[in-house]
């Protein structure tokens, strides 16, 4: 029985950066970014028209995306190890 060698073989490093590039240059929607991180659609709406959230996407005049790298670092950026941390402006 022969197998096949894609299954057998692991990526290659050029590889995995390239997934790993077009993996942050993804577009998530209000709803994949509630599913996937736990910030509610509401709170992602009400970020956005206080400019607090993250960079955004305006595709159309009601379609707003976020690309998952900006989001993912915005995320980073608001990372603290205590409450009264002040949180980097982005």
């Known amino acids: 029985m022969q197998t096949n060698d894609r299954t057998e073989r692991s990526p290659s490093e050029k ?6 590039g077009q993996r942050r240059k ?3 929607s209000r709803d ?5 991180y736990n910030l509610t659609r509401r709170w992602l709406e009400l970020a956005a028209l206080s400019g607090d959230g993250p960079p955004m996407v305006r595709l159309s005049r009601r379609m707003i995306r976020y690309q998952r790298g900006a989001f993912e670092d915005w ?10 941390d002040p949180v980097k402006a982005a």
Do not use: G, P, Y
Request: charged letters at 40%; zero cysteines; glycine letters at 0%.
């Open 15 to 20: 590889e995995v950066e390239r997934r790993n």
């Open 26 to 28: 993804a577009l998530l």
């Open 32 to 36: 994949d970014i509630e599913r996937e």
């Open 75 to 84: 995320l980073a950026t608001r990372t603290v190890r205590s409450t009264s």
